[in-house]
C-alpha cells in the first residue's frame, strides 16, 4: 500500500499500514460527515477518490486528466490547457480542507491534505503534544518556516466575560481570520488551541502572533485584536470591535472583524508589511527570498519612485528564477511590466505580449488567488479585451467577496471595465473599513464625478490621489481646474504636467487611453486639457 510508512510508524501504527489505511479511511469519512466541511458534492467526491486512490497503491493514476474524466464527467478529449476545472475545484477543496480543521478538527487524529502542485492526498499524525497547526509540508504545528515567507501564530481570544457559554466565540473568531489569512497565501498561519499552553511566537518558528480577549458588558460584546513582533518583541498593533448581544449576528460578527483585522494587517500597505519593508530593503537583490522580492514590489506600488521601481524589477525577475513554481511572483512581475507599458516610466523593454504570458503563467499556477486574478484582469484592460478582462475581475470577486485587502482594487478594476456602480460603491466601503487602502483608487473615482460632470467633487478627488510622482497627478488637477473655469490655476497645474512628462503632448493621448476606455469620458478629460492650453488631438 502506497500509505507513508512513516506515518503508520509515528501514529502508534507500528508500521502495519492496514490499521493506518483504516483510520485515514475513518477520518475521511469524518470530514465528509462534518456541517464544518464546506465543500461541494462534487469537491467531496474529488476528495473521495484521491484518497481512496492512495489507500489502494494507486497515487500515480492521480492526474488531472484521470481526475477530470473520472470525477468531474468530462469527455476522452479533455485538454487541461483549456479547461482548468480540476485545479479550481482543488484549490476550493484545499481551502474547505483548512476551514474543516480550523473549525471543528483540531484534535482529530489524522489531517488530510492536498499539497499545491499535486493532486495525490499527504496524510499527517497528530502530534503527541495534541496540537495541529498548519503548514504546507506537514500541517504541524511548531515547524520551523523557511523565512522567505513570514508566519504568525493566531491564538484564541481569551473570554474575559465570566460566561462559559463564550468559550467558543473566542476560538471561532481566532479560526476566522486564520482561515481569512490564509485565503491570500502571503503570510503562513500556525493555529494554537485554547487547551495548549501558550507559547511564544518565536518558540514556533513565526515571526508574528495575533492574540486578543473578549469583554461583556449588559447589551454589548467587546473584542480586543492585539500583534506582536517576536523579534523585537514589542507590541506592534491594536485594535477593538463592539456588537450588541445578538446570538443570531454571531458569525457575522465573526466575519466582519477577521476581514476588518486581516485587511489591517496583511495588506500591501498594512502592519506587517510595514514592519517587514525597512529589513528588506538592506538586503541586496540576489540575497532576497521571494516574499521580500514582494515587498519591493510594495514599496513602488507606494513610492513610484525610480529607485523602487528598478529594486522591485531586479527582486521579482530573480524570485521568478528562484522560485519558477510561485504564481504570485509572475504575476506581480506582470503587473509592473503593465505599469511601465501603460504608464511609459522607464526606457525599458517591457513589452505588453511579455506582461500577458507572465499573467497567464500566474494564473495557470494559481488559478484561486485573488491578487493573481486581478492582475491578470488589470493587463487585459491594456490589451482592450474588456469582456475578457472583467469576466478575470468577477472571478476574482467571487473567489473572496468579503475581502477587504483587495476590495478597492477590484472596485478599481470594475469601474475602468464600466461598471460605474458597484466599482465606486466597493472603493468607498474599503475606504471607510480600512485605513491601509490604496490611496490610487482615488483615480478612477476621480473618473467617476468627471463623467457624472460633478467637477467640485472630482475635485476633491484630486486632492485625495496625492501622488505628486506620478504624471495623472497634475493630469486629474489640469483636467478638473480647466473644467471647472478657473483658468490661472489650470494652466500652472498644466505646466506641472508638462514638467512630470515632457513628453505628454506627443503621447498623451495614448496615455489617456491606457486607463479611459470610453470616447465621451477621454472628450472631457481632453476638453479640461484645452482649457490649460494641452492639445494632444495630433499625438500619438
Not at 284 to 295: D, I, N
Amino acid at each position: 500500500m502506497a500509505i507513508d510508512k512513516q506515518l503508520s510508524a509515528y501514529a502508534g501504527f507500528g508500521g502495519d499500514s492496514k490499521r493506518a489505511a483504516a483510520v485515514i479511511h475513518e477520518q475521511m469519512e469524518h470530514i465528509l460527515s462534518s456541517p464544518e466541511f464546506t465543500a461541494t458534492k462534487a469537491q467531496r467526491a474529488f476528495l473521495r477518490y484521491v484518497v481512496e486512490k492512495t489507500l489502494s497503491g494507486k497515487s500515480k493514476e492521480i492526474k488531472g486528466y484521470t481526475v477530470a474524466t473520472e470525477v468531474f464527467g468530462r469527455k476522452d478529449d479533455f485538454d487541461q490547457a483549456t479547461d482548468p476545472i480540476v485545479s479550481i475545484q482543488a484549490n476550493k477543496l484545499r481551502r474547505a480542507l483548512e476551514h474543516y480543521y480550523l473549525a471543528a478538527g483540531p484534535n482529530d487524529p489524522i489531517r488530510i491534505d492536498i499539497p499545491k502542485g499535486t493532486y495525490v492526498p499527504k496524510f499527517s499524525a497528530r502530534a503527541d503534544n495534541g496540537r495541529i497547526g498548519m503548514s504546507e509540508a506537514t500541517g504541524a504545528e511548531g515547524t520551523v518556516f523557511p523565512n522567505n515567507w513570514p508566519t504568525i501564530v493566531i491564538q484564541s481570544f481569551e473570554n474575559l466575560t465570566g460566561s462559559r457559554e463564550l468559550d467558543y466565540f473566542g476560538d471561532g473568531l481566532a479560526s476566522e481570520i486564520a482561515l481569512e489569512i490564509t485565503r491570500y497565501q502571503e503570510i503562513r498561519v500556525l493555529r494554537q488551541r485554547p487547551e495548549v499552553e501558550r507559547r511564544r511566537a518565536c518558540d514556533t518558528g513565526a515571526r508574528f502572533i495575533l492574540s486578543g480577549s473578549v469583554k461583556k458588558d449588559l447589551n454589548e460584546l467587546k473584542v480586543i485584536v492585539d500583534l506582536f513582533d517576536a523579534a523585537s518583541d514589542t507590541h506592534i498593533w491594536s485594535d477593538a470591535y463592539r456588537m450588541d448581544l445578538d446570538p443570531a449576528d454571531i458569525i457575522g460578527f465573526e466575519e466582519r472583524i477577521a476581514a476588518a483585522v486581516v485587511g489591517k494587517i496583511s495588506c500591501e500597505y498594512g502592519v506587517i508589511t510595514k514592519v517587514l519593508s525597512p529589513e528588506s530593503r538592506r538586503i541586496p537583490p540576489r540575497e532576497l527570498k521571494t516574499h521580500q522580492a514582494m515587498l519591493r514590489y510594495y514599496q513602488f506600488n507606494l513610492y513610484f519612485s525610480p529607485e523602487t521601481f528598478f529594486d522591485a524589477y531586479d527582486a521579482l525577475r530573480q524570485a521568478c528564477r528562484k522560485e519558477p513554481e510561485c504564481g504570485l511572483a509572475w504575476s506581480m512581475l506582470a503587473r509592473l511590466y503593465a505599469i511601465n507599458y501603460s504608464l511609459e516610466l522607464f526606457d525599458l523593454d517591457t513589452p505588453l505580449d511579455q506582461a500577458v504570458a507572465f499573467a497567464e503563467k500566474g494564473v495557470r499556477l494559481d488559478p484561486a488567488n485573488q491578487r493573481v486574478r486581478s492582475i491578470m484582469a488589470y493587463v487585459l484592460l491594456f490589451k482592450d479585451e474588456l469582456t475578457a478582462g472583467l469576466a478575470e475581475t468577477e472571478q476574482a470577486l467571487r473567489l473572496n467577496p468579503n475581502s477587504l485587502i483587495f476590495l478597492e482594487n477590484i472596485g478599481y478594476l470594475l469601474t475602468l471595465f464600466g461598471d460605474w456602480h458597484r466599482g465606486p460603491q466597493m472603493i468607498r466601503k474599503a475606504i471607510d473599513l480600512n485605513p491601509y487602502y490604496n490611496p490610487a483608487v482615488h483615480h478612477v473615482l476621480w473618473l467617476d464625478w468627471v463623467r457624472q460632470g460633478k467637477y467640485d467633487r472630482a475635485y476633491v478627488e484630486t486632492m485625495r490621489f496625492a501622488m505628486p510622482m506620478l504624471f495623472w497627478d497634475p493630469l486629474l488637477k489640469t483636467v478638473t481646474l480647466g473644467l471647472l473655469g478657473r483658468g490661472k490655476e489650470s494652466l500652472q497645474a498644466g505646466k506641472n504636467l508638462l514638467v512630470c512628462k515632457p513628453e505628454f503632448v506627443e503621447r498623451g493621448r495614448t496615455l489617456i487611453r491606457n486607463y479611459v476606455k470610453f470616447s465621451d469620458l477621454e472628450g472631457k478629460i481632453m476638453e479640461g486639457l484645452g482649457c490649460a492650453g494641452i492639445d494632444i488631438s495630433r499625438g500619438r
